[in-house]
């Protein structure tokens, strides 16, 4: 079965540059979730999309912006790296909101900013 | 939104023996959600709970759900060393955050 693409798996970018991340989500999930995990420390969320609109807002920084397409498919950008964005993003996607049934979740993007 | 969080955070035990993790919560919920996250990779559903349900099992996995206390416990019966993971527990307002989960090591 098809399951949540992250893209790329590694990205490494230098201090002040600008990151991509891609996600697409299972088939027919019309939301999304984006989380930051950074070294030994548990998932942050950030953003979250519904149908194609900003569901929820967490802990994301303003350097960082994110959209959900047509396709559903989500990129999260991210500008002014600093050594602190190193960290595991995951993206996850449901069928509906959380509220009615699980997660299911990438394999992540690493990003190490140098 | 408010996020589950765990107890103990670490917790360190023999193959065979049962693991228990707790989750303590905030507000109403709809459902509590368990996942478990092997290092450095994608978190795995592991079982759903709903508010109006008490206990639920799967395979060897058994969690409770207090909704008077605002906790959840997750138990994993005798355990495997593949059980060594992070577990998080999920509390859903509109949207999923995760707290601060519990790192399981279980050893062979």
């Known amino acids: 079965a098809a399951g949540v693409i992250q893209s790329p798996r590694h990205l490494i970018k230098e201090k002040r540059e600008t990151a991509t991340l891609k996600c697409y989500p299972i088939?027919?999930?019309?939301?999304v979730y984006w989380y930051q995990q950074g070294p030994g420390q548990d998932p942050q969320f950030l953003i979250s999309?519904?149908?194609?609109?900003?569901?929820d807002k967490g802990s994301i920084p303003d350097r960082f912006s994110a959209q959900q397409f047509s396709d559903y498919h989500s990129e999260l950008n991210m500008s002014s790296l600093e050594l602190g964005d190193s960290a595991l993003y995951f993206c996850?996607?449901?069928?509906?909101?959380?509220?009615?049934?699980?997660?299911?979740f990438g394999e992540g993007s690493r990003l190490t900013v140098l | 939104s408010q996020q589950g969080e765990e107890d103990p955070q670490a917790l360190s035990i023999q193959e065979g023996e049962n693991a228990t993790m707790n989750c303590s919560y905030k507000?109403?919920?709809?459902?509590l959600q368990w996942y478990r996250q092997n290092s450095g990779r994608g978190l795995v559903h592991l079982i759903l709970?709903?508010?109006?349900?008490r206990e639920k099992h799967s395979g060897r996995l058994r969690v409770t759900l207090d909704t008077s206390k605002k906790s959840s416990s997750l138990l994993i019966t005798a355990s495997r060393a593949a059980d060594t993971a992070s577990y998080f527990c999920?509390?859903?307002?509109?949207?999923?955050?995760f707290g601060a989960g519990t790192r399981l090591t279980v050893k062979p």
């Open positions: 507000t109403s919920i709809n459902n």
């Open positions: 088939p027919r999930h019309d939301t």
């Open positions: 999309f519904y149908e194609k609109m900003q569901s």
């Open positions: 999920a509390t859903v307002d509109n949207d999923m955050r």
């Open positions: 709970i709903r508010s109006n349900e």
């Open positions: 996850a996607s449901s069928l509906g909101r959380g509220n009615t049934g699980e997660l299911f």
